[in-house]
């Protein structure tokens, strides 16, 4: 068959041959194309990821989340103005920290700070215009308690004392998990003119336990880095295994104030759909001393602070179930 399939091209004339070279040229050219779509595309995703992840817009989106999912269990009206706040106050506050702390970022996330470095010569005309977009939003559809609120956030944001981790234990952990509990937690509080009772009280406390959890996790990414540098985090002053068991309590006790708020303090009981965070923190939490520096890093971006956006969805699915 191979000597008929030889014969047979010999007498392919000239102009054939021709055909059968442009044939094979367009279908190389054609391939060279996709290949280059599909790189550029491929490109295009990845740049998009990675300004998800690590441009903070994972992190507003959560804190959004969680400011839904309080709205909905205080029964408030959802306001778009009061979640584009939230949204838009950790991207002023992170636009500036990424100039910031670039030179440290490229030690102890070099992910992160590889795709910052590409973009870093915008990030403070980013951080201009999210500013510009968050105080007019504040100031047209807000209240006075609300603006204050949200310039002691952004202050105690920027201006947030790193050498301290260095003298007191934990204090990077109780400083992020107060402060961020406290704008998640009070933006609705001031928004809607709310008054101070047991009920709010206890979303308080679950958010700050949430919250704290999450930056107490964060540094297991960092902890050969936070060592060296002599910072007293949890998790270089524990260790890993007494942190692990430490968050793994603070998990228990934040349902358990769900529970306990929607028994004593008319809490609606859909909200305990927040209970099933608490097996969902156990699955990174089992993982925290069986990964590597660079998965620790992807499962606390994507896992662990995806963790709010499951808030609002949780709180609807167990509504839906009790109609």
């Given at each position: 068959m191979?000597?008929?399939?030889?014969?047979?091209?010999?007498?392919?004339?000239?102009?054939?041959?021709?055909?059968?070279?442009?044939?094979?040229?367009?279908i190389m050219?054609?391939?060279?194309?996709?290949?280059?779509?599909?790189?550029?595309?491929?490109?295009?995703?990845?740049?998009?990821?990675?300004?998800?992840?690590?441009?903070?817009?994972?992190?507003s989106l959560?804190?959004?989340?969680?400011?839904?999912?309080?709205?909905?269990l205080?029964?408030?009206?959802?306001?778009?103005?009061?979640?584009?706040?939230?949204?838009?106050?950790?991207?002023v506050?992170?636009?500036?920290?990424?100039?910031?702390?670039?030179?440290?970022?490229?030690?102890?996330?070099?992910?992160?700070?590889?795709?910052?470095?590409?973009?870093?010569?915008?990030?403070?005309?980013?951080?201009?215009?999210?500013?510009?977009?968050?105080?007019?939003?504040?100031?047209?559809y807000s209240?006075?308690?609300t603006?204050?609120?949200?310039?002691?956030?952004?202050?105690?944001?920027?201006?947030?004392?790193?050498?301290?981790?260095k003298?007191?234990?934990?204090?990077?952990?109780?400083?992020?998990?107060?402060?961020?509990?406290?704008?998640?937690?009070?933006?609705?509080?001031?928004?809607?003119?709310?008054?101070?009772?047991?009920?709010?009280?206890?979303?308080?406390?679950?958010?700050f336990?949430?919250?704290?959890?999450?930056?107490?996790?964060?540094?297991?990414?960092?902890?050969?880095?936070?060592?060296?540098?002599?910072?007293?985090?949890?998790?270089?002053?524990?260790?890993?295994?007494?942190?692990?068991?430490?968050?793994?309590?603070?998990?228990?006790?934040?349902?358990?104030?769900?529970?306990?708020?929607?028994?004593?303090?008319?809490?609606?009981?859909?909200?305990?759909?927040?209970?099933?965070?608490?097996?969902?923190?156990?699955?990174?939490?089992?993982?925290?001393?069986?990964?590597?520096?660079?998965?620790?890093?992807?499962?606390?971006?994507?896992?662990?602070?995806?963790?709010?956006?499951?808030?609002?969805l949780?709180?609807?699915?167990f509504?839906?179930?009790?109609?």
């Amino acid at each position: 068959m191979l000597s008929a399939a030889k014969n047979k091209s010999m007498f392919i004339k000239g102009p054939q041959k021709k055909i059968l070279y442009s044939i094979k040229s367009l279908i190389m050219l054609k391939f060279i194309i996709m290949s280059t779509r599909e790189a550029k595309t491929n490109t295009i995703i990845k740049n998009i990821f990675n300004e998800f992840v690590y441009g903070g817009h994972l992190l507003s989106l959560s804190d959004a989340s969680v400011v839904l999912a309080l709205t909905i269990l205080l029964k408030k009206p959802i306001s778009w103005p009061l979640l584009l706040i939230t949204y838009l106050i950790p991207q002023v506050v992170y636009s500036f920290d990424h100039i910031k702390e670039l030179k440290d970022d490229k030690e102890t996330n070099p992910e992160r700070a590889g795709y910052l470095e590409k973009t870093k010569t915008i990030y403070p005309l980013l951080a201009a215009v999210y500013l510009i977009i968050l105080v007019l939003t504040a100031v047209v559809y807000s209240n006075i308690g609300t603006i204050l609120l949200v310039i002691f956030i952004g202050v105690s944001g920027v201006l947030y004392p790193k050498s301290l981790t260095k003298k007191i234990v934990g204090f990077k952990n109780y400083y992020v998990g107060i402060i961020s509990a406290i704008a998640l937690s009070f933006l609705p509080f001031f928004y809607y003119n709310l008054s101070l009772n047991s009920l709010f009280v206890s979303l308080a406390v679950f958010a700050f336990l949430r919250l704290f959890l999450n930056t107490v996790y964060f540094d297991f990414k960092d902890y050969e880095s936070d060592k060296k540098q002599g910072l007293k985090t949890l998790v270089v002053t524990l260790g890993k295994d007494k942190t692990v068991m430490l968050l793994s309590i603070i998990n228990i006790i934040s349902v358990l104030v769900i529970v306990a708020s929607v028994l004593l303090f008319g809490l609606p009981s859909y909200a305990l759909g927040l209970v099933l965070v608490a097996p969902y923190s156990f699955v990174y939490l089992f993982l925290a001393n069986k990964l590597n520096e660079f998965q620790l890093r992807k499962i606390s971006y994507l896992m662990v602070d995806g963790e709010y956006i499951l808030w609002p969805l949780l709180i609807l699915m167990f509504g839906s179930i009790n109609k």
